[in-house]
C-alpha cells in the first residue's frame, strides 16, 4: 500500500469528521407495540418485526444526511445501560420506579445495578442486533455498535452494589468485568463490527463537585476514581479485537431533555485524555455547563476528541459560525486534524426520548454534516 492509500484509510476509519452518539427518537408504532409487548398483548418476535422495521427507516434516515457510522437508534433499548448490563451473568438491576419530589412534580429514579454473583460474558448480547444493522446498510457505511461502560457496574452502587460473597477484593471484579467485555467484542469482531463506542456518565459526574461529595459518602476518593476507571476499561482495550476502533461518550445525564452533572472535564482530563487507551473521546460541549477546551491539553497524538457542540436537549438549531469558532477555540489545544463533530449526546438515551421534534433532530444532523465538510473537507 503506498503512503496516499494508508493516508486515505487512516482518514476513513472512525470516528468521523461528522459523527453521532447513536440514539434516536422512537417512532410512535414502536412505543405502541413496546406498550403491547408489556402488556402481553404481542410476543417478542412480534415486537422484533416492528423495531426491525423502525430500524431500516432510521438506517435511511442516517445515510439520508450524510453520516457516515449508522446506528440502530437503540431502537431495542429501553435504558442505554440496563438492557446491555442485565444481559451480563452476575448483575441484577432494580426497575426505576416514579418518584414524587417535595414540590409535587414526578422524577423517575435512576435504575440501580448491582453485582450479586461473578460477572460473566453469558451470551453475545449485541451480535445479532449487530448483524441486522449490518445487513441494512448500504454500501461504504460503517456500523456503529453503542454499549455502556463497564464503570456503570461500579459507580452508581461503589463498594456496597458489588457482592462482598463473590468479591471480597474488588480486583478479581474488575477483571471479570473486563473479560465479559472482551468476549462481547470478540463475538462482535467475528462478525464484522469495527467500530464500538461506551457510553461512561461517571467521568462526567465527577467533575461535578456535588456528584464527587456522593462519592465520598460512598466511601471512594473522587480524585482517584478516573485513575481506576482509567485502568479499569484500559482492562477491556487490552482484549479488543485487531482492527476495531474504541470510542468513550462522557454524559452528563441526558434524561428527557434533563441533566444530572456540570463542570469542567480538568478534575478528569488527565486520567480520561492521557491515561485511558481508547481511540476516541465523545465529549459534550453543547453549553456552559461543560467548561472550557483547555482540559484538551492532555490529547496524546494518535487520538481523536469528538466536540459535542450542538445541543439534542433543545430543538433551536446552532449557528455554522458560532460552532466554527467553538472548533477554532478547542484547536488551540488540540490539532484541528484530531478534532471532529457531533451533537453532545444522542437525541433519546432512553425510551422516553428527548424534547425535540423529529424534524429538529434531522436539521440539527445536518447542520454537522455541513460544518464538517466545511471544516475538515
Same mark, same amino acid.
Given at each position: 500500500?503506498?503512503?496516499?492509500?494508508?493516508?486515505?484509510?487512516?482518514?476513513?476509519?472512525?470516528?468521523? %469528521?461528522?459523527?453521532?452518539?447513536?440514539?434516536?427518537?422512537?417512532?410512535?408504532?414502536?412505543?405502541?407495540?413496546?406498550?403491547?409487548?408489556?402488556?402481553?398483548?404481542?410476543?417478542?418476535?412480534?415486537?422484533?418485526?416492528?423495531? &426491525?422495521?423502525?430500524?431500516?427507516?432510521?438506517?435511511? $434516515?442516517?445515510?439520508?444526511?450524510?453520516?457516515?457510522?449508522?446506528?440502530?437508534?437503540?431502537?431495542?433499548?429501553?435504558?442505554?445501560?440496563? &438492557?446491555?448490563?442485565?444481559?451480563?451473568?452476575?448483575?441484577?438491576?432494580?426497575?426505576?420506579?416514579?418518584?414524587?419530589?417535595?414540590?409535587?412534580?414526578?422524577?423517575?429514579?435512576?435504575?440501580?445495578? %448491582?453485582?450479586?454473583?461473578?460477572?460473566?460474558?453469558?451470551?453475545?448480547?449485541?451480535?445479532?442486533?449487530?448483524?441486522?444493522?449490518?445487513?441494512? #446498510?448500504?454500501?461504504?457505511?460503517?456500523?456503529?455498535?453503542?454499549?455502556?461502560?463497564?464503570?456503570?457496574?461500579?459507580? %452508581?452502587?461503589?463498594?456496597?452494589?458489588?457482592?462482598?460473597?463473590?468479591?471480597?477484593?474488588?480486583?478479581? $471484579?474488575?477483571?471479570?468485568?473486563?473479560?465479559?467485555?472482551? @468476549?462481547?467484542?470478540?463475538?462482535? !469482531?467475528?462478525?464484522?463490527?469495527?467500530?464500538?463506542?461506551? @457510553?461512561?456518565?461517571?467521568?462526567?459526574?465527577?467533575?461535578?463537585?456535588?456528584?464527587?461529595?456522593?462519592?465520598?459518602?460512598?466511601?471512594? @476518593?473522587?480524585?482517584?476514581?478516573?485513575?481506576?476507571?482509567?485502568?479499569?476499561?484500559? %482492562?477491556?482495550?487490552?482484549?479488543?479485537?485487531?482492527?476495531?476502533?474504541?470510542?468513550?461518550?462522557?454524559?452528563?445525564?441526558?434524561?428527557?431533555?434533563?441533566?444530572?452533572?456540570?463542570?469542567?472535564?480538568?478534575?478528569?482530563?488527565?486520567?480520561?485524555?492521557?491515561?485511558?487507551?481508547?481511540?476516541?473521546?465523545?465529549?459534550?460541549?453543547?453549553?456552559?455547563?461543560?467548561?472550557?477546551?483547555?482540559?484538551?491539553?492532555?490529547?496524546?497524538?494518535?487520538?481523536?476528541?469528538? #466536540?459535542?457542540?450542538?445541543?439534542?436537549?433543545?430543538?433551536?438549531?446552532?449557528?455554522?459560525?458560532?460552532?466554527?469558532?467553538?472548533? @477554532?477555540? !478547542?484547536?488551540?489545544?488540540?490539532?484541528?486534524?484530531?478534532?471532529?463533530?457531533?451533537?453532545?449526546?444522542? $437525541?433519546?438515551?432512553?425510551?422516553?426520548?428527548?424534547?425535540?421534534?423529529?424534524?429538529?433532530?434531522?436539521?440539527?444532523?445536518?447542520?454537522?454534516?455541513?460544518?464538517?465538510?466545511?471544516?475538515?473537507?
Amino acid at each position: 500500500m503506498n503512503a496516499n492509500a494508508t493516508a486515505a484509510s487512516a482518514e476513513q476509519a472512525p470516528p468521523f %469528521r461528522a459523527d453521532h452518539v447513536g440514539s434516536f427518537l422512537r417512532p410512535k408504532r414502536l412505543l405502541e407495540a413496546r406498550e403491547k409487548f408489556k402488556k402481553g398483548e404481542l410476543n417478542a418476535d412480534g415486537l422484533r418485526v416492528v423495531e &426491525d422495521d423502525a430500524i431500516a427507516e432510521i438506517v435511511k $434516515f442516517q445515510e439520508d444526511v450524510g453520516l457516515q457510522s449508522i446506528t440502530d437508534g437503540e431502537f431495542r433499548r429501553t435504558y442505554f445501560h440496563v &438492557d446491555f448490563l442485565a444481559k451480563m451473568g452476575g448483575v441484577k438491576t432494580d426497575i426505576p420506579v416514579t418518584i414524587q419530589k417535595p414540590d409535587g412534580t414526578l422524577e423517575l429514579a435512576p435504575p440501580i445495578m %448491582r453485582v450479586v454473583g461473578k460477572v460473566q460474558h453469558t451470551q453475545d448480547i449485541q451480535l445479532a442486533d449487530f448483524n441486522f444493522l449490518q445487513s441494512q #446498510l448500504a454500501p461504504g457505511k460503517t456500523a456503529k455498535v453503542t454499549i455502556p461502560s463497564p464503570t456503570m457496574l461500579h459507580f %452508581r452502587g461503589g463498594r456496597a452494589g458489588i457482592s462482598k460473597e463473590h468479591y471480597p477484593e474488588l480486583e478479581p $471484579f474488575y477483571q471479570d468485568v473486563a473479560n465479559a467485555y472482551g @468476549d462481547e467484542l470478540r463475538s462482535l !469482531a467475528a462478525a464484522g463490527s469495527t467500530y464500538v463506542q461506551m @457510553d461512561d456518565t461517571n467521568l462526567a459526574y465527577l467533575c461535578d463537585e456535588k456528584m464527587r461529595e456522593a462519592a465520598r459518602a460512598r466511601g471512594d @476518593d473522587p480524585n482517584e476514581l478516573p485513575h481506576r476507571y482509567a485502568s479499569f476499561i484500559n %482492562r477491556v482495550v487490552a482484549q479488543k479485537p485487531a482492527g476495531m476502533r474504541l470510542a468513550v461518550h462522557l454524559c452528563r445525564g441526558n434524561f428527557m431533555s434533563t441533566w444530572a452533572a456540570q463542570g469542567g472535564y480538568e478534575p478528569v482530563a488527565e486520567a480520561l485524555l492521557s491515561e485511558m487507551n481508547v481511540d476516541a473521546y465523545f465529549l459534550e460541549y453543547d453549553d456552559a455547563r461543560s467548561g472550557d477546551f483547555k482540559p484538551l491539553r492532555f490529547l496524546p497524538k494518535g487520538k481523536t476528541v469528538v #466536540l459535542g457542540l450542538v445541543t439534542t436537549k433543545l430543538g433551536q438549531l446552532e449557528s455554522k459560525d458560532d460552532l466554527k469558532r467553538r472548533i @477554532d477555540e !478547542a484547536a488551540k489545544y488540540v490539532p484541528l486534524d484530531q478534532l471532529a463533530l457531533s451533537p453532545q449526546c444522542g $437525541f433519546s438515551s432512553t425510551v422516553h426520548g428527548n424534547a425535540i421534534a423529529v424534524e429538529a433532530q434531522r436539521a440539527k444532523l445536518r447542520l454537522v454534516v455541513e460544518v464538517a465538510q466545511e471544516v475538515w473537507g
